[in-house]
């Protein structure tokens, strides 16, 4: 009996670095640059930047948990962004940059939490990251979509996402 995929949905800051890790672990079918928890329906990038929706920039991964455990995406999500910084990665700042983990089951919920507290042995400072429950997500737009595989030579690419990807092992996938 074959099982149907999963869909996990992290919130590390700019989309574009989550994306760019996720869509280099092994089990991890497809990844969605997008908005999810906010208020506003059918954000727009310029929406969303302006800091008024409360959507977060977030990435929705759907995956084969015969290949890759939620457990497996959670340990990524900690190592790929600091989670202990309220509203700002790097000189990302913004509530749309905020950490956040949107659960799509109770399963996942329980998980998260463990994972939190777990995960905080690894930081000085405590873990700001929401847990909460998925709502809708809304794709960004399609020039968002595959970014850093588009456009390696671009400045954020070459400064921010190819130094991750590299300390993360994940440059050569």
């Known amino acids: 009996m074959p099982t149907s995929p999963e869909v996990a949905t992290f919130a590390t800051g700019c989309f574009w670095c989550s994306e760019a890790i996720f869509q280099r672990v092994d089990g991890v079918a497809s990844v969605r640059s997008g908005y999810t928890g906010g208020k506003v329906d059918k954000p727009s990038y310029h929406d969303v930047c302006g800091g008024e929706t409360g959507h977060a920039e977030a ?80 794709a960004a737009e399609d020039y968002h979509q595959g970014y850093y595989n588009a456009n390696t030579t671009q400045g954020y690419c070459r400064a921010v996402i190819a130094p991750k990807l590299h300390k993360l092992g994940l440059d050569e996938k």
């Open 59 to 138: 990435v929705e991964v759907t995956f084969d948990r015969t290949k890759v455990t939620y457990e497996t995406l959670l340990d990524w999500f900690w190592r790929m962004h600091d989670p202990t910084t309220p509203n700002r990665q790097g000189a990302d700042v913004g509530t749309q940059y905020r950490s956040a983990i949107f659960w799509h089951t109770e399963a996942q919920r329980a998980t998260a939490e463990k994972s939190k507290k777990d995960a905080q042995d690894a930081f000085k400072d405590p873990i700001v990251t929401e847990i909460t429950k998925a709502g809708p997500f809304f």
